[in-house]
């Protein structure tokens, strides 16, 4: 009798255990119907995001499905039980990312600065007071005439990967690029952000590289488990402990950093990276400054440049490279561009740069079709009405717009899936409304890395294409697929090409 009512009493607890989570985990499944939003209905627990979780979609391409679900100006879904907005009409992304920036100056990802202190100094993840303060005292380090300094150091980077590409070609000429373009940006980025050479090309097992492999790679489950889980389940992110940046590679640069900076503090050393910049802000900080920087502040900005540099810059320049041999017309019209310009300047240097404009079209094409950070996310500090609506967003709701949505779509970009660089001269992009380009993201929390981005994109596909003719071969898998894991798009695979030397000047 005793095990029977014992049965029985398991039974209830089970039932009322799961009657409480089923009410607890729907509680704000009414959010959008009750500010009568158009939304897409959510399944238990993972809301919208099933194919996030399961890794069948990376957090950009669930944006765009959603985007491409709906004609309307906005449309409500969820992400576990969070509601979220995703924005489509560029009057309202304008309003978020600019006019009303005051209330959505966070992003939605979140922070963990209990378990990962460096990780959450970054200032893609930093919340106002802190970012505002941040952005301000490293916005110098960005500006043209410190990147003109700098632009030796990238300068370099792509010396050394052309003549490790002249020794690929020779022994086989089908080359698989995602290595060189990766070996390319960790040794222009370690370069100007902890001043010190990588060795990338030279050493197979450089450290640098090692890091920068694993830090974003998603075939590590557990680095794209966690760093997915700071997009999209920020109490996961607490209760797991997850970190941003893995502790191994935390230490390692930490260690990287802190070396070389007390080497430069001793030794006076110049060497116009981001070390000595840094250097400067930190002797003219105010004692009291209650946002000094300091200890991991300090090496986050180091790092940030590193892994918001390598994997995005890399990735972009392999887009480009791809659509580039799948364009032959194309590639022969930014080749002659390129020769033209380096006739004149002799060689490659920031101001060649500049007047390389078809190549800066080519690329921003590049970035539309494959935009590698494909979303942008924020979180409103106050209630919010929507411009024109009656609808209230309560604070703290987080707002998703789809960069990737807005690109393919044909309002606005007629035959989407075709690869045309004249979309970007100034006559037809003004033919557009604003706000439909959106690989930087736009506002005053900005890609801060843009000017950088296009100047060691530019530097390594101008000296890419003035020395190679570049095909497809029989191991390009076309089209690519992009990997259904984490937050950036990559190609799921290697990307080989045949690279044929180009003798005609
Ligand atoms: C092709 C290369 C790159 C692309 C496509 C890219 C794209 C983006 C996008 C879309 C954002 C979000 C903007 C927003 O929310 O409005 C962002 C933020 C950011 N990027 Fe980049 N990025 C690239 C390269 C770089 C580089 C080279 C650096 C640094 C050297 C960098 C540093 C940052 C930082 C620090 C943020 C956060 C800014 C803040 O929150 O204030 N990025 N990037």
């Known amino acids: 009798m005793f095990a029977h009512l014992s049965t029985t009493v398991f039974l209830a607890i089970i039932v009322s255990l799961w009657t409480t989570l089923y009410f607890y985990f729907r509680r704000n499944f009414n959010y959008w119907k009750d500010r009568k939003v158009p939304y897409l209905p959510p399944m238990l627990l993972f809301g919208n995001a099933f194919e996030v979780f399961t890794f069948r979609r990376n957090i950009g391409e669930m944006a765009r ?7 309307k100006p906005f449309i409500g879904f969820f992400i576990c039980d969070e509601p979220y907005l995703l924005i489509r009409d560029p009057e309202l992304v304008k309003s978020v990312l600019v006019k009303d920036f005051a209330l959505f100056s966070n992003r939605s990802v979140s922070d963990n600065k209990e378990v990962d202190p460096m990780g959450s100094h970054l200032l893609f993840i930093l919340k106002t007071p802190d970012w505002r303060d941040m952005r301000r005292k490293i916005s110098p380090v960005f500006s043209s005439a410190k990147l003109k300094v700098m632009y030796d150091l990238i300068h370099e980077a792509g010396v050394e990967m052309i003549n490790y590409l002249d020794q690929k070609v020779e022994q086989n000429p089908v080359v698989e690029i ?16 902890f001043g010190i050479n990588s060795n990338c090309f030279k050493n197979e097992d450089a450290e640098f590289r090692k890091v920068s492999q694993r830090v974003l790679n998603w075939s590590i ?17 607490k209760w797991f402990k997850l970190k941003f940046v893995d502790t191994a590679s935390a230490d390692f640069l930490r260690n990287a950093f802190w070396k070389t900076m007390i080497e430069r503090e001793k030794t006076k050393f110049v060497r116009n990276d981001l070390l000595d910049i840094l250097i400067e802000i930190k002797n003219q900080e105010d004692i009291d400054d209650p946002y000094k920087l300091e200890g991991d502040k300090l090496v986050a900005q180091a790092t940030q440049f590193f892994l918001a540099g390598f994997e995005t810059t890399s990735s972009a320049i392999c887009f480009t490279l791809y659509e580039l041999a799948r364009h032959p017309e194309i590639q022969d019209k930014v080749r002659k561009e390129v020769q033209a310009t380096l ?18 079209m080519c690329v921003k094409e590049a970035l539309r079709k494959y935009p590698v950070l494909s979303f942008l996310d924020r979180r409103c500090s106050s209630d919010y009405q929507i411009p024109g609506t009656d609808v209230v967003l309560k604070k703290g709701t987080a707002v998703f717009i789809s960069g990737w949505g807005l690109h393919y779509d044909s309002n606005y970009y007629p035959n989407p899936e075709v690869y045309d660089p004249m979309r970007f001269t100034e006559e037809n992009m003004k033919t557009r409304p604003e706000y439909t380009f959106l690989a930087f993201g736009s506002g005053p929390r900005n890609c801060i890395g843009a000017r950088f981005a296009y100047a060691s994109l530019k530097s390594s596909l101008a000296a890419i294409i003035s020395r190679y003719e570049i095909e497809f071969c029989e191991k390009t898998k076309d089209p690519l697929i992009i990997d259904p894991k984490g937050f950036l798009l990559a190609p799921i695979s290697d990307l080989y090409l045949k690279f044929k030397k180009y003798d005609k000047m």
């Open 178 to 193: 995602r290595d060189i373009t990766g070996k390319y940006t960790t040794e222009a980025i370690t370069s100007t952000s």
């Open 65 to 71: 499905k959603i985007y491409e679900s709906t004609t």
């Open 343 to 360: 006739k004149k300047h002799g060689k490659i240097t920031y101001n060649a740069l500049k007047e390389m404009e078809y190549l800066e």
């Open 221 to 237: 489950w557990e680095r794209a488990i966690s760093t997915s889980c700071y997009f999209v389940a920020p109490n996961l992110v």
